[in-house]
């Protein structure tokens, strides 16, 4: 396991089922996120400036950067919070297969050596499949530590009945799947009905049970800050583990701008209520420098505690191939090429 | 540290610039620089060189030559020279050079930044994504306007040698704002940059060279304050361009008062920055942070003075605390630094010493819990709140990285607030309900108004202040105007004793037996007896007995300034208003033609008598067309947002009005005035003052507001000066002589109130081309920009 025994997924899982302190904020100990009623004066008060959160998000990435030997250490970093995802209509069992094997093992053990970090048992946080995937990556994954989670509730535009959703849930969460990935019904938000979206995600959060919940918004479908901020406030108050930006399938996906606005949301709530909200940024993020700028803006906005698995995840597939070459030079000094690391 | 450890602790370690190419370029100098005059380096005559350090850790970069008054002489005469060989180029080929700078800069953009942070102590993230960009952009922009000068501005000319003294905060950027629009006119220029920070104009000068830039069209003369005095005072500079303390811009104004040398003034501020309750409170403490922790807090503009809407002040204080402990302060030439080195140990003891007389004053301080530094000049980010606006650290400008934090209860407290001050350079609202954010920037006394946002510049858009901030813009087709004058005005005579109708000599006391009226002074809409008790005489070229005059003195003028400054409902008018009231005037003037053309007729003859009168009613005509349609514009800045460039007026305006055209002169003056909606306080010819009888029947009747129009009669050279030295005069207007020329800017230095006079020249009232227009109303107005990022 990790040598970070107080942050590792057990000590996490521990804290989490028995409500005790899961993260910091500022000099504050933060809750699990049980949810709240739905405040609606809270949600209507949202202000949000989109040039104004431009801005910052453009000026972040000029503002912060790592080299060398922190640089390697953010990198790897990034790997442990990645969910390593595969959605696509064609995907198999031996495809799922690989890319467990890859998540179990994302680094070649050469570099490892390289680098010296044998100790950090470095991994992936997850494998991101489709329910009917769930079986094989739990037998693939086993005894990894790495996590499943599955896409559900008509992912990815989350538009089948109500029913159904719920109940694809409960199937993912009987298969064993440790983390679900739900969609919300956009259309609430464009209807500003969200008292409706308010029950839909707790709705979600039931039938997830201990399983953890991240409620994707589809920000690239929302396309406004405010619609970003308001649902991801009515998501946390319906008892999102994490929110999450995009299913990937978007035209639009993970930005920096959402990311921001999401990430104040979190320490909004986290401010209000003494509860601790994840963040996933998911597709659209595939060079390691974009990684790192995801990362500080994390370190910057919410704090340490979110450059951890338990409270941050890159929902991506490409990322980590070329995180590999980075880390690689590093080791190395010379840039290497994509067919020299194994696939996922 | 293994990295194992580091995937822990998630530190963001070192990541420091390589200053290899620098330290490079200073050796290939053997540290050490001369002047740049004509073309080449020079080295200074005393001999004399002085140190500049790098402020991060106190050591020596170079050492920089010392600019004596044979230095500055050089350096004018070399700029002389070249004048005329550069203004006759043609605009293509100047818009060539300007061009080739841009991609200059361009190609060192990175030897220039890392310079800049050695020199100045700024995080290389600031000179590397803002000032070098700037400049760069700055000459691509003017560039352009040089391609496009005959065509835009075809009746003009450019000043001739332009003296430039920039300041230390943002060194090669005020450079380019300086040289740019200068090089663009036709100018050519002799460049002083601050002691503390001269090697990036140096480094410029090298581009210049590569450019090929014709030799003496840049000069650059490097020494502390006693250069620049030099500079200033040469007679051979047309034109000089302050950017820095109003302290020094001061003196500047006094120096060049009895010179015909134009002057651009961009001074300090204290910069409120207005927080409403339905603001983003979250992206505006991100303002905040490029306000007053942009550049350690060593900007004019810096949103220093937070005002915050009072139910919203705690919590916005704990998000400004939380913010400000993850500012990063340390090594500038370290690219995730926020905050870098303040610039020279004498500023680090004023930023010290203003903000212990803040806490004396009551403020309550907070700094997040920071190591600094052990060499060189750090300075905490620091809030100060608690503060009244009676405190020093609100009055004053601190130059660091010090926000002093105050509540206001409602929009108009808010406007109060933010123009108690003696600055008006900049300012910020935050509101995401544009009503009220518009409402409030268009309150503002302020150059600029950033609605949501803080700190953004652009070359196409104008940067100056209002009040003690200084007068004139940079940027914008609003800043290259600075370095044009009309191209009649240079050879415009002087004007001769003889051109003078006789004036007024004898003084008489009131009652005495009047030869047909004893005219009043008009006051607030009012006829108001003198203070004096006095009257004077009026006599006719030939000497004959035409009437009396009141004697109006210093407390009529502080009447007449309290009457027009209550009348500024004549601003909020809307121009359609001010046009119908100035229409009426002409309606009701044309009605006593025979009687004014008659009475007149004494003073001035018959001829002119007459055509004084039809053209000011054909000016009266002019200006209540104009009133209505001398826009601003909306520029262009790289971003996305509107800046709308708004002609405001100056506020409450002195006028000395000519003494050849008693009539026509006064409304070649007054009109273009009230047409832009200032308010006037007018002293007529000394020569022929009874036309001020004619004038208030004329104005009572046609509905211009009770003191939006004030007339004070008396001897010029008292008036004027009282009007020159009254701090809630905005601005003054001299066309008497020369001497009232001088006398107006060098009595106008309390305030710092715009002064603009005809140097003693003769203006063609009969003709005008050169009698009205957009010249006037340029002067009677000034721009304020305001920005306004949209999108959702």
């Given at each position: 396991?990790?040598?970070?025994?107080?942050?590792?997924?057990?000590?996490?899982?521990?804290?989490?089922?028995?409500?005790?302190?899961?993260?910091?904020?500022?000099?504050?100990?933060?809750?699990?996120?049980?949810?709240?009623?739905?405040?609606?004066?809270?949600?209507?008060?949202?202000?949000?400036?989109?040039?104004?959160v431009e801005r910052r998000a453009q000026s972040q990435v000029g503002r912060r950067t790592v080299k060398k030997?922190w640089q390697a250490a953010w990198l790897l970093r990034a790997i442990s919070c990645m969910d390593l995802t595969t959605l696509?209509?064609?995907?198999?069992?031996?495809?799922?297969?690989?890319?467990?094997?890859k998540g179990?093992?994302p680094l070649?053990?050469?570099?490892?050596?390289?680098?010296?970090?044998?100790?950090?048992?470095i991994?992936v946080a997850a494998?991101c499949?489709?329910?009917?995937?769930?079986?094989?990556?739990?037998?693939?994954?086993?005894?990894?530590?790495?996590?499943?989670?599955?896409?559900?509730?008509?992912?990815?535009?989350?538009?089948?009945?109500?029913?159904?959703?719920?109940?694809?849930?409960?199937?993912?969460?009987?298969?064993?799947?440790?983390?679900?990935?739900?969609?919300?019904?956009?259309?609430?938000?464009?209807?500003?009905?969200?008292?409706?979206?308010?029950?839909?995600?707790?709705?979600?959060?039931?039938?997830?049970?201990?399983?953890?919940?991240k409620?994707i918004l589809?920000t690239g479908?929302?396309?406004?800050q405010?619609?970003v901020?308001?649902?991801?406030?009515?998501?946390?108050?319906?008892?999102?583990?994490f929110i999450k930006t995009s299913t990937g399938k978007e035209a639009v996906n993970a930005t920096l701008p959402v990311g921001l606005v999401m990430a104040r949301?979190?320490?909004?709530?986290?401010?209000?209520?003494?509860?601790?909200?994840g963040f996933k940024a998911a597709g659209g993020i595939r060079t390691a420098k974009q990684s790192t700028d995801w990362l500080a803006m994390m370190k910057e906005e919410l704090?340490d505690?979110w450059l951890r698995a338990?409270l941050f995840r890159f929902g991506a597939s490409g990322l980590l191939g070329d995180i590999e070459r980075q880390l690689d030079h590093y080791?190395?000094?010379?840039y290497s090429?994509e067919?020299?690391h194994?696939i996922a | 540290?293994?990295?194992?450890?580091k995937f822990?602790?998630m530190?963001y370690g070192?990541a420091?610039?390589?200053?290899?190419?620098?330290?490079?370029?200073?050796?290939?100098?053997?540290?050490?620089?001369?002047?740049?005059?004509?073309?080449?380096?020079?080295?200074?005559?005393?001999?004399?060189?002085?140190?500049?350090?790098?402020?991060?850790?106190?050591?020596?970069?170079?050492?920089?030559?010392?600019?004596?008054?044979?230095?500055?002489?050089?350096?004018?005469?070399?700029?002389?020279?070249?004048?005329?060989?550069?203004?006759?180029?043609?605009?293509?080929?100047?818009?060539?050079?300007?061009?080739?700078?841009?991609?200059?800069?361009?190609?060192?953009?990175?030897?220039?930044?890392?310079?800049?942070?050695?020199?100045?102590?700024?995080?290389?993230r600031?000179?590397?994504d803002?000032?070098?960009?700037?400049?760069?952009?700055?000459?691509?922009?003017?560039?352009?306007?040089?391609?496009?000068?005959?065509?835009?501005?075809?009746?003009?000319?450019?000043?001739?040698?332009?003296?430039?003294?920039?300041?230390?905060?943002?060194?090669?950027?005020?450079?380019?704002?300086?040289?740019?629009?200068?090089?663009?006119?036709?100018?050519?220029?002799?460049?002083?940059?601050?002691?503390?920070?001269?090697?990036?104009?140096?480094?410029?000068?090298?581009?210049?060279?590569?450019?090929?830039?014709?030799?003496?069209?840049?000069?650059?003369?490097?020494?502390?304050?006693?250069?620049?005095?030099?500079?200033?005072?040469?007679?051979?500079?047309?034109?000089?361009?302050?950017?820095?303390?109003?302290?020094?811009?001061?003196?500047?104004?006094?120096?060049?008062?009895?010179?015909?040398?134009?002057?651009?003034?961009?001074?300090?501020?204290?910069?409120?920055?207005?927080?409403?309750?339905?603001?983003?409170?979250?992206?505006?403490?991100?303002?905040?942070?490029?306000?007053?922790?942009?550049?350690?807090?060593?900007?004019?503009?810096?949103?220093?003075?937070?005002?915050?809407?009072?139910?919203?002040?705690?919590?916005?204080?704990?998000?400004?605390?939380?913010?400000?402990?993850?500012?990063?302060?340390?090594?500038?030439?370290?690219k995730a630094?926020?905050?870098?080195?303040?610039?020279?140990?004498?500023?680090?003891?004023?930023?010290?010493?203003?903000?212990?007389?803040?806490?004396?004053?009551?403020?309550?301080?907070?700094?997040?819990?920071?190591?600094?530094?052990?060499?060189?000049?750090?300075?905490?980010?620091?809030?100060?709140?608690?503060?009244?606006?009676?405190?020093?650290?609100?009055?004053?400008?601190?130059?660091?990285?010090?926000?002093?934090?105050?509540?206001?209860?409602?929009?108009?407290?808010?406007?109060?607030?933010?123009?108690?001050?003696?600055?008006?350079?900049?300012?910020?609202?935050?509101?995401?309900?544009?009503?009220?954010?518009?409402?409030?920037?268009?309150?503002?006394?302020?150059?600029?108004?950033?609605?949501?946002?803080?700190?953004?510049?652009?070359?196409?858009?104008?940067?100056?202040?209002?009040?003690?901030?200084?007068?004139?813009?940079?940027?914008?087709?609003?800043?290259?105007?600075?370095?044009?004058?009309?191209?009649?005005?240079?050879?415009?005579?002087?004007?001769?004793?003889?051109?003078?109708?006789?004036?007024?000599?004898?003084?008489?006391?009131?009652?005495?037996?009047?030869?047909?009226?004893?005219?009043?002074?008009?006051?607030?809409?009012?006829?108001?007896?003198?203070?004096?008790?006095?009257?004077?005489?009026?006599?006719?070229?030939?000497?004959?007995?035409?009437?009396?005059?009141?004697?109006?003195?210093?407390?009529?003028?502080?009447?007449?300034?309290?009457?027009?400054?209550?009348?500024?409902?004549?601003?909020?008018?809307?121009?359609?208003?001010?046009?119908?009231?100035?229409?009426?005037?002409?309606?009701?003037?044309?009605?006593?033609?025979?009687?004014?053309?008659?009475?007149?007729?004494?003073?001035?003859?018959?001829?002119?008598?007459?055509?004084?009168?039809?053209?000011?009613?054909?000016?009266?005509?002019?200006?209540?067309?104009?009133?209505?349609?001398?826009?601003?514009?909306?520029?262009?800045?790289?971003?996305?947002?509107?800046?709308?460039?708004?002609?405001?007026?100056?506020?409450?305006?002195?006028?000395?009005?000519?003494?050849?055209?008693?009539?026509?002169?006064?409304?070649?003056?007054?009109?273009?005035?009230?047409?832009?909606?200032?308010?006037?306080?007018?002293?007529?010819?000394?020569?022929?003052?009874?036309?001020?009888?004619?004038?208030?029947?004329?104005?009572?009747?046609?509905?211009?507001?009770?003191?939006?129009?004030?007339?004070?009669?008396?001897?010029?050279?008292?008036?004027?000066?009282?009007?020159?030295?009254?701090?809630?005069?905005?601005?003054?207007?001299?066309?008497?002589?020369?001497?009232?020329?001088?006398?107006?800017?060098?009595?106008?230095?309390?305030?710092?109130?715009?002064?603009?006079?005809?140097?003693?020249?003769?203006?063609?009232?009969?003709?005008?081309?050169?009698?009205?227009?957009?010249?006037?109303?340029?002067?009677?107005?000034?721009?304020?920009?305001?920005?306004?990022?949209?999108?959702?």
């Open positions: 396991m990790s040598v970070e025994p107080k942050h590792s997924e057990a000590a996490y899982e521990l804290a989490h089922n028995a409500g005790s302190s899961i993260a910091t904020l500022g000099d504050r100990s933060l809750l699990p996120n049980t949810g709240i009623p739905l405040d609606l004066n809270w949600v209507q008060e949202v202000r949000v400036n989109t040039s104004a030997e696509s209509g064609d995907d198999t069992d031996e495809r799922v297969r690989r890319l467990c094997a179990r093992q070649q053990h050469d570099l490892i050596q390289k680098l010296g970090i044998e100790a950090l048992q991994k494998i499949v489709y329910h009917v995937f769930v079986e094989t990556a739990l037998h693939a994954l086993e005894g990894s530590g790495v996590r499943v989670a599955a896409v559900s509730t008509g992912f990815p535009a989350g538009l089948s009945p109500l029913a159904e959703r719920v109940a694809e849930i409960s199937r993912s969460v009987e298969a064993g799947a440790h983390e679900i990935d739900v969609v919300i019904t956009r259309a609430h938000v464009f209807g500003g009905r969200w008292q409706a979206l308010y029950d839909e995600v707790a709705a979600f959060k039931q039938a997830c049970g201990s399983a953890h919940m409620v589809a479908d929302l396309l406004t405010r619609n901020a308001r649902a991801s406030l009515v998501a946390m108050m319906a008892g999102a583990d949301s979190i320490r909004e709530y986290a401010q209000q209520t003494g509860m601790a909200v704090g505690s338990q080791a190395t000094g010379r090429a067919y020299r194994p | 540290m293994s990295i194992a450890e822990v602790t530190e070192p420091p610039e390589d200053p290899k190419e620098a330290q490079a370029w200073l050796n290939r100098h053997h540290h050490r620089f001369q002047h740049f005059i004509n073309g080449a380096w020079q080295a200074p005559t005393s001999g004399e060189y002085f140190d500049t350090l790098d402020p991060s850790n106190g050591e020596k970069l170079a050492v920089v030559a010392q600019g004596s008054s044979q230095d500055v002489d050089a350096a004018v005469q070399a700029a002389r020279t070249a004048f005329p060989k550069w203004r006759a180029l043609t605009p293509h080929i100047r818009a060539r050079y300007l061009y080739s700078l841009a991609r200059l800069v361009q190609k060192h953009s990175r030897l220039l930044a890392v310079l800049e942070t050695m020199d100045n102590g700024k995080p290389i600031e000179s590397r803002i000032d070098i960009p700037l400049v760069a952009r700055h000459f691509y922009y003017h560039a352009g306007w040089a391609q496009l000068l005959d065509q835009e501005f075809p009746e003009y000319e450019p000043c001739g040698v332009i003296g430039q003294i920039i300041p230390w905060n943002f060194p090669l950027l005020m450079a380019a704002w300086k040289i740019a629009p200068a090089l663009a006119t036709g100018n050519t220029v002799v460049l002083k940059p601050a002691e503390f920070t001269p090697l990036t104009a140096l480094a410029f000068a090298e581009l210049c060279q590569e450019a090929g830039l014709p030799a003496g069209v840049v000069n650059i003369v490097t020494g502390d304050g006693s250069t620049g005095e030099a500079l200033v005072k040469h007679s051979g500079v047309d034109k000089i361009a302050f950017t820095g303390s109003t302290e020094v811009g001061r003196a500047i104004r006094s120096a060049t008062a009895a010179t015909p040398k134009r002057l651009s003034l961009e001074l300090g501020g204290k910069s409120p920055f207005i927080i409403f309750d339905d603001a983003d409170l979250d992206s505006a403490v991100e303002g905040l942070v490029d306000g007053i922790w942009f550049n350690q807090g060593q900007v004019c503009c810096a949103g220093s003075r937070l005002l915050m809407q009072e139910s919203i002040a705690e919590v916005l204080i704990a998000k400004i605390r939380e913010r400000m402990s993850t500012l990063r302060i340390g090594a500038p030439l370290d630094i926020d905050i870098g080195a303040i610039v020279a140990r004498v500023q680090l003891d004023r930023i010290h010493r203003l903000v212990s007389q803040g806490i004396a004053d009551g403020a309550t301080c907070w700094q997040p819990q920071v190591v600094l530094p052990s060499r060189g000049f750090y300075y905490p980010p620091t809030l100060l709140s608690n503060v009244h606006p009676t405190s020093i650290v609100a009055q004053q400008e601190i130059f660091g990285p010090v926000l002093a934090a105050m509540t206001f209860r409602t929009p108009q407290e808010a406007v109060e607030l933010a123009n108690n001050t003696v600055y008006g350079l900049a300012a910020c609202v935050w509101s995401e309900n544009v009503n009220v954010a518009l409402h409030v920037a268009a309150q503002l006394k302020a150059g600029v108004v950033w609605v949501n946002c803080t700190n953004l510049f652009d070359a196409s858009c104008g940067f100056g202040g209002y009040r003690e901030s200084g007068f004139g813009r940079e940027g914008g087709k609003e800043g290259l105007l600075e370095y044009l004058q009309p191209t009649w005005f240079k050879n415009a005579p002087k004007l001769s004793p003889a051109q003078m109708p006789a004036r007024a000599t004898e003084e008489s006391e009131t009652g005495l037996p009047a030869i047909d009226r004893t005219v009043k002074l008009y006051i607030g809409g009012k006829q108001a007896r003198p203070d004096s008790g006095y009257s004077m005489e009026v006599r006719s070229p030939d000497g004959r007995l035409l009437g009396e005059a009141s004697l109006g003195n210093r407390k009529d003028i502080r009447n007449a300034v309290e009457a027009a400054r209550k009348a500024e409902s004549w601003a909020k008018a809307t121009a359609h208003n001010r046009a119908q009231v100035l229409y009426y005037c002409a309606e009701n003037l044309s009605q006593r033609r025979d009687e004014i053309v008659h009475q007149l007729s004494a003073a001035v003859g018959e001829k002119q008598a007459a055509a004084e009168f039809d053209l000011g009613v054909e000016r009266i005509f002019s200006y209540a067309a104009w009133a209505d349609k001398f826009d601003g514009a909306v520029h262009n800045p790289p971003f996305r947002n509107i800046a709308i460039a708004m002609n405001e007026p100056l506020g409450t305006m002195g006028i000395i009005c000519p003494n050849e055209a008693p009539l026509l002169g006064f409304l070649s003056l007054v009109l273009p005035a009230l047409a832009m909606g200032n308010t006037v306080i007018a002293v007529p010819s000394e020569a022929y003052p009874l036309i001020t009888a004619d004038l208030y029947q004329l104005f009572d009747a046609s509905d211009v507001p009770a003191g939006s129009v004030n007339i004070v009669t008396g001897y010029v050279s008292q008036l004027l000066k009282v009007l020159a030295e009254h701090d809630d005069v905005d601005a003054v207007w001299s066309f008497g002589d020369e001497a009232n020329a001088s006398a107006a800017k060098a009595m106008s230095i309390g305030n710092l109130k715009q002064v603009w006079t005809n140097e003693g020249r003769a203006i063609d009232w009969f003709n005008p081309k050169f009698s009205e227009g957009r010249w006037f109303l340029e002067h009677a107005t000034q721009v304020k920009n305001i920005w306004v990022p949209y999108g959702e």
